[in-house]
C-alpha cells in the first residue's frame, strides 16, 4: 500500500483510495470532494445509512439491479458471485438484512457503469469473509474502469486485502472532537438493574409460512456476561434480537427469563433493550436531550443524569439539536447507544455498536460495556468486528442454519 | 393479463376524471362508481386501497359537506340561507361521489403502475430531469411512509415505550410519531433524490428500468377499459347537457 497524501490523489485513472484517520478527521467531507471531481458522470456515494441508495423504485432486487444498468447480465452475475452475495432477486430490497443492503448498493454501483464509487464505513456491516470478497470485488471495478474510495475503520482486520491500494492518512486535525469518556458507568444506567438468565427453548420463527429461519434456537444466557452472537449476513441474527425484545412473536418455543415464562411481545422493551445496527431507525424524538431522557425517564428523574450521559458519549456538544440536523453518523450512532444503554432493561443486545467508530471510540465502548456487565446486566453483542470482539472476552454463540452453536462457557 | 401503455393510462385518467368533473347528477356518479370503478377496484386488486381511501378520506369531507350545506347553510353554495335544504344536500352527495369517482380513477389509472415501470411510464407522458425526479419521489413516498411507520413503532419498543401491542395502544402511539414519521419519510426521499441525481440514472433515454421490460399492445383489457370510460364521460356529458 503506497502513503499519499490527499492533494497528490490522481483521479485520472481508475485507482482505489483507502482514505485512514480517526473520527471528524474530515474523512467523509475527502470522499464527497474526490467524488465532486467526477461531476458529468455517474458517481455512487454510499454512506453508512444504506438505505438510502436503495432506489425505492425496484420492487424486487432483480429490478433494483436493472435500474440504469450499463453492464452486460453475465458481467452483473460475475461481480455478485465475487461479492459472495446470495440474495434472492425476487426479495423485496427493504427487507434485506444491513449487509445485504451493503452489497447491493455496491453490486448496484458496479452495474450502472459508475466512474466513481465512494464507500463511507459500510463494508464495516459486512461479515469477515464478505468483506474480504467485497476488497476483492473493488479490484475488479478499479480494473473495470472505476476509481473507489474507501473509509475503512476495520482496515487493518484486512490490511492485506488493500494490498494494491492507495492509503491517505488524514491529519487528527480536530483537537476539540468529541470523544467518549467510560467516566463514571453508575450513572450510565439503572443502578440495581441486575438481570435474571435467559432461557431460549426450541424458538421458532419465520416471515413466511412454512419458511423458518430460525428453526430450534435453544440456549441459556447468564447475566454479568457479555456474549458474541456471531452470523453470516442474513443469518436471521437482527431478527432474533427482534424475537427477544419483543417486536416479533414467535411461531413457537418459550422465553424465560429466571423461573418466568416470558411472552416478550406482550410486554415488548421491558427485559430487553436493543441497540439497532442503524441508527437512523431508532431515533425518534426531537431532540439528543430527549432521547436519552426517554430512557433514563424509566429511573431516574434527575436532569443531570442525562448531562452525564451525553458527555460520556461526546454528544454534550449537541444536547439541544435535533438527531437528524446533526450530520455525523457518528455521533447518531453513539446517541442510539448511549439511549439504549440508559433503558432499564436489564438485558442488553447491541448490534454493531461500533459500526462508524474509530478504533480509540470502540475502545472506551468496549470497556463500557464490560463495566455493564459487571453490574450484572446480560449483555449479547452483534458484531463483525474480531479486534472490538477479542477486547470483550465474551461466550460465543454462533447463528448457523438456523440454530445457535455456544461456545466459550 | 396485458397491461395498458403509459399514454393510454394517462388519457384513461384525464377522460374519467373529465366525466367526474362535468357530471353533475349524484345518480350518474353514483352509477358510475358502482358499475365501473367498484368491478374494476376488485378484478385489479386494489379495492382494499380503495375502501381505505374511503374511509379515511373521503367520508370525513363528505360529513363535513353535509353538516354545512346540508343543515347548518340549507342551500347549494349562491343560495340563500335555508333557501333549498334538498339542493343543499343534493351538492353535498354530487361533491362527495365526484371526490370518490376522482379517487377511484387515480387509483385505477395511476396507482396500479408496477413500480418497475413507474420510470418509463412517467417519461412516456413527458417527464424529464427534475420533474421527474419529483414525479419518481411522489410515488415511492406513501411506501416509504410505511416501512418508516414500523421502523419508529420497533425503536419505541426496544426501549421499553411501548407497554403492549393491544390495538388501542399502537393507536395512541400514532399521535407522537406523526411529526417524526413525516420528516423520515422526507429526509430518505430527499437523499434518494440526490443519490438518483448523483447517479444520473434517468439521464440516458435507453436506460434500462425493468428486469423484463414490457412491449404494450392494446389487448382485451385496454380496450374494454377504452369502451368502459367512453361509456363513462357520454354518460357525464348526457347528464350535463340534458
Known amino acids: ?409 | 393479463m396485458s397491461e395498458p401503455s403509459p399514454l393510454l393510462r394517462l388519457a384513461l385518467f384525464l377522460l374519467a376524471a373529465t366525466g367526474a368533473i362535468l357530471a353533475s347528477s349524484p345518480l350518474v356518479l353514483g352509477a358510475g362508481w358502482i358499475g365501473i370503478a367498484v368491478p374494476l377496484a376488485i378484478l385489479t386488486g386494489t379495492a382494499i386501497a380503495h375502501a381505505r381511501f374511503l374511509v379515511i378520506v373521503v367520508t370525513p369531507i363528505a360529513v363535513m359537506l353535509f353538516v354545512v350545506w346540508g343543515w347548518l347553510i340549507g342551500a347549494p353554495p349562491g343560495a340563500g340561507h335555508d333557501s333549498d335544504r334538498i339542493a343543499g344536500i343534493l351538492f353535498a352527495a354530487t361533491t362527495s361521489l365526484r371526490l370518490v369517482v376522482l379517487g377511484a380513477a387515480a387509483q385505477l389509472f395511476l396507482l396500479t403502475i408496477p413500480r418497475s415501470q413507474l420510470t418509463s411510464t412517467l417519461r412516456a407522458w413527458g417527464l424529464r430531469g427534475d420533474l421527474l425526479l419529483a414525479g419518481l419521489a411522489t410515488f415511492v413516498f406513501f411506501p416509504e411512509l410505511r416501512v418508516r411507520a414500523d421502523q419508529i413503532l420497533t425503536a419505541r419498543m426496544a426501549r421499553g415505550l411501548v407497554p403492549d401491542l393491544r390495538l388501542t395502544t399502537r393507536i395512541r402511539q400514532i399521535a407522537p410519531s406523526l411529526g417524526l414519521l413525516f420528516t423520515l419519510a422526507v429526509r430518505a426521499a430527499v437523499n434518494r433524490a440526490d443519490h438518483w441525481a448523483e447517479q444520473h440514472l434517468f439521464d440516458d433515454e435507453d436506460t434500462v428500468v425493468s428486469e423484463h421490460p414490457i412491449e404494450y399492445k392494446v389487448g382485451a383489457v385496454s380496450a374494454i377499459l377504452i369502451g368502459l370510460v367512453a361509456i363513462w364521460l357520454v354518460a357525464c356529458i348526457v347528464s350535463r347537457v340534458c
Open chain 1, 1 to 409: 500500500m503506497n502513503t499519499v497524501n490527499a492533494a497528490q490523489i490522481a483521479t485520472t485513472h481508475p485507482t482505489t483510495v483507502v482514505l485512514d484517520g480517526m473520527n471528524f478527521s474530515g474523512r467523509t467531507d475527502a470522499l464527497k470532494k474526490l467524488l465532486s471531481q467526477f461531476s458529468g458522470k455517474r458517481a455512487s456515494f454510499v454512506p453508512p445509512e444504506v438505505d438510502h441508495v436503495i432506489s425505492g423504485l425496484g420492487a424486487t432486487v432483480g429490478e433494483e439491479i436493472q435500474l440504469g444498468r450499463r453492464r452486460q447480465k453475465d458481467e452483473i452475475d460475475a461481480f455478485t458471485a465475487a461479492l459472495q452475495m446470495r440474495v434472492s432477486h425476487s426479495q423485496n430490497p427493504m427487507t434485506l438484512s444491513g449487509g445485504e443492503k451493503v452489497q447491493l448498493a455496491i453490486l448496484c454501483a458496479y452495474a450502472r457503469g459508475c466512474a466513481a464509487v465512494a464507500l463511507d464505513v459500510v463494508l464495516e456491516q459486512l461479515d469477515p469473509r464478505r468483506r474480504e470478497a467485497a476488497i476483492g470485488a473493488i479490484r475488479t471495478m478499479q480494473e473495470a474502469g472505476a476509481s473507489v474510495f474507501v473509509v475503512d475503520n476495520r482496515r487493518s482486520e484486512t490490511w492485506e486485502c488493500y494490498a494494491d491500494a492507495q492509503l491517505v492518512t488524514m491529519s487528527d486535525g480536530a483537537s476539540a472532537r468529541p470523544r467518549l469518556h467510560t467516566g463514571t458507568i453508575g450513572r450510565l444506567s439503572k443502578p440495581d438493574s441486575v438481570a435474571e438468565p435467559l432461557s431460549i427453548n426450541r424458538l421458532r420463527f419465520g416471515y413466511q409460512r412454512g419458511q423458518a429461519i430460525l428453526h430450534d434456537i435453544q440456549v441459556t444466557l447468564l447475566p454479568g456476561r457479555v456474549y458474541h452472537l456471531s452470523g453470516e449476513n442474513g443469518t436471521g441474527k437482527s431478527t432474533l434480537a427482534k424475537l427477544l425484545v419483543g417486536r416479533l412473536q414467535p411461531w413457537s418455543g418459550e422465553i424465560r427469563f429466571g423461573e418466568v415464562r416470558s411472552q416478550p411481545w406482550r410486554q415488548p422493551g421491558r427485559h430487553v433493550a436493543y441497540h439497532f445496527q442503524d441508527p437512523d431507525v431508532q431515533l425518534f424524538t426531537t431532540s439528543v436531550r430527549s432521547e436519552i431522557e426517554s430512557s433514563t425517564r424509566q429511573w431516574s428523574r434527575d436532569p443531570g443524569t442525562v448531562s452525564t450521559i451525553a458527555r460520556q458519549f461526546g454528544l454534550a456538544g449537541v444536547l439541544g439539536r435535533h438527531p437528524f440536523e446533526i450530520d455525523s453518523y457518528v455521533l447518531r450512532k453513539r446517541l442510539a447507544l448511549a439511549a439504549t444503554i440508559a433503558c432499564s432493561a436489564p438485558w442488553l443486545i447491541l448490534d454493531e455498536p461500533t459500526l462508524g467508530q474509530d478504533d480509540e471510540s470502540a475502545g472506551v465502548i468496549a470497556r463500557i460495556i464490560d463495566l455493564l456487565a459487571s453490574q450484572g446486566r446480560g449483555i449479547m453483542v452483534i458484531s463483525h468486528s474480531p479486534d472490538f470482539i477479542a477486547r470483550l472476552n465474551p461466550s460465543y454463540l454462533t447463528l448457523r442454519n438456523g440454530v445457535i452453536l455456544q461456545r466459550g462457557g
